[in-house]
Structures are given as structure tokens and as C-alpha cells.
């Protein structure tokens, strides 16, 4: 299962979803796609204090300082709402925590 673990100064994505073996895995193509678009536009257009983003195989951690610009809100709720629908399709493979946000 691939979770995702949201808050006010970090998006944690990690695990793998199973849904199919590695390489044919359409759940995982999925979410990696979502997660290193937001990485990418985040850095790009988040003017997010201190941010970082790095990936390894099975995940990949954003952070930042401080609390989130408007623009990094948008991308990051637009995020929310693609894991949702894969989750929607796919609710064995994918854990998403909002909790702290």
C-alpha cells in the first residue's frame, strides 16, 4: 500500500501499492505521476521558505518552512483531489493522511 502523509510543512509519500508487479503497476504509475508534478510545480511556482523535494524508489518527501503560500495550497489540494479519485478506483492500494493539515 502507498501512503501519503500530508501536513502544514510536508507531503511524505511512501510504500508501494501492490496492485500489480513492479514496472506494470498502473496505481503506482499514478501516484508518482501526481506526486512529482506537485514536487516539480511546487518548486517551480510554490515560493514555498526553505523547500526541498527528493525521490527514491518507493518515495519521495517535500518540505518547507513555514506555512504555505496561497499558490502552494491550490497545487497541493488539487493534489489531494487526483490521490482521492486513484483511492476512489483503487482503496486497497492507497492511504491518504490529511490529519494535520
Partial sequence: M???KLDNYSVV???HAGYSRGGQD?????????????GIA???RGRLKGYSYREDSGMAVMIWAGE????ANILIEAYIDGLK???????????IDTGAI
Fill in 13 to 15: 509519500v511512501s510504500g
Fill in 42 to 44: 511546487l518548486e517551480k
Fill in 68 to 71: 504555505p503560500t496561497e499558490t
Fill in 26 to 38: 498502473i496505481v503506482c504509475a499514478g501516484i508518482s505521476a501526481l506526486t512529482h508534478a506537485l
Fill in 85 to 95: 479519485e486513484i483511492q476512489r478506483e483503487y482503496p486497497m492500494s492507497l492511504s
Fill in 2 to 4: 502507498v501512503t501519503v
